[in-house]
């Protein structure tokens, strides 16, 4: 189990808070306006009207004990900069900020954010990339170029063994691990004699460009 903090408890703060909290981990949330406060209480341990802006309340708030600190504070961008700088101060381990703005994620990754969120261009780029991409089942960005993406085996990978494909030599691209779907086997790191089928779930590591290329490529 793990201690995180959510900071503005809009919509997006709301549905990170309930997430995190029904996969069991300790969730403290805060809000400066109570019926925010109020509407997410049943779904956190603890949920807390106070000024996050304030140093000396995060602080009271033991938030340096947090595995990590989720900052959402909609579209008042010089505050969540505020909050940043002060949880960076007082030592949080991880720092996630919602930016309203790339400039403002900029800013946000200076004062001490470790991971800027930018939801509307996220989802964006992942409904965008699922329409072009249609063996994308899904991503996980690691950086502004890496990814871990799931992904269903393209036809011309189908039959083949991983050594056949030669996926790192051409793509620069790793398989870390694949699912067989109706075995339901979970094999990492796998050998380069393993047969892909048609029932596998590839999870590969890399460039996003390189990895959607190889996908194309491989149709």
Avoid: W
């Avoid at 991409?133 to 799931?150: C, K, M, Q, R, V």
């Avoid at 094999?187 to 047969?195: E, K, R």
């Avoid at 892909?196 to 460009?209: A, E, N, Q, T």
Wanted: hydrophobic share 40%; net charge negative; charged share 25%.
């Amino acid at each position: 189990m793990k201690k995180y903090c959510v900071i503005g408890l809009g919509n997006f703060g709301y549905h990170v808070a309930c997430f995190l909290y029904e996969e069991g981990h300790e969730v403290f949330g805060i809000d400066l306006d109570r019926e925010k406060v109020q509407r997410v209480k049943d779904h956190t341990t603890i949920a807390i009207q106070g000024d996050a802006a304030s140093k000396e309340f995060l602080a009271s708030q033991g938030v340096s004990e947090m595995d990590a600190v989720v900052v959402s504070t909609g579209e008042r961008s010089h505050l969540s900069t505020l909050i940043t700088l002060y949880l960076k101060e007082l030592e949080v381990k991880h720092i996630l900020v919602k930016a309203v703005n790339e400039d403002h994620g900029k800013i946000l990754m200076k004062v001490g954010a470790k991971q800027v969120i930018h939801p509307e261009k996220d989802m964006a780029v992942k409904t965008a990339r699922g329409l072009v991409y249609p063996n994308i089942l899904d991503y996980l960005p690691l950086s502004e170029d890496f990814s871990i993406t799931e992904a269903a085996p393209p036809l011309g990978f189908i039959g083949k063994n991983l050594l056949e494909i030669d996926l790192t030599k051409k793509y620069q691209v790793i398989v870390i691990a694949i699912r067989d779907v109706i075995a339901g086997h979970f094999i990492t790191a796998p050998p380069p004699d393993y047969v892909i089928k048609d029932s596998d779930v590839l999870i590969f590591m890399g460039r996003s460009d390189d990895i959607e290329r190889a996908l194309k490529e491989g149709r």
